[in-house]
């Protein structure tokens, strides 16, 4: 659906600013920094939002169809430490060193947002099963 199509883009503009960030600019990295703190941060929420409304309703109207969703999540919850963690290094690395964090920034984020982008469960049966194509993505 749209919220997840709108999602998949600000990972992908993510990406391309991991991938395009210059390590020896100190503005441009804090900028950086702050950009992907705050998406991950927005992506935490939505994560904890559809756990605690989506998932039960869906539950509720076809059993188990949220059951995908723990280990999706788990993962996820696990994606965003490792992200923040980066993070977190790429501001406190000495500045010679920052490229190599970039770079390892740059493939876990993009691992990522591959896994985030080929996974389909339950949910989605679920509703093209009661005729609402589309209705979650």
Do not use: W
């Not at 939505?46 to 605690?52: K, Y």
């Amino acid at each position: 659906g749209p919220v997840h199509k709108g999602i998949r883009a600000a990972h992908m503009r993510c990406l391309v600013a991991i991938g395009s960030a210059d390590a020896g600019n100190d503005a441009e990295i804090d900028r950086l920094v702050a950009q992907i703190t705050d998406h991950l941060t927005m992506c935490d929420t939505h994560l904890q939002d559809e756990n605690s409304v989506l998932h039960t309703a869906l539950d509720a109207r076809c059993p188990g169809a949220s059951a995908h969703a723990a280990e999706d999540h788990d993962d996820h919850l696990h994606s965003f430490k490792e992200l923040n963690a980066l993070l977190s290094q790429l501001v406190s690395v000495a500045p010679d060193r920052r490229a190599t964090v970039l770079a390892d920034l740059y493939r876990r984020f993009g691992r990522f947002h591959g896994r985030r982008t080929t996974r389909t469960g339950g949910a989605h049966r679920c509703f093209d099963r009661a005729g609402t194509h589309g209705a979650v993505s």
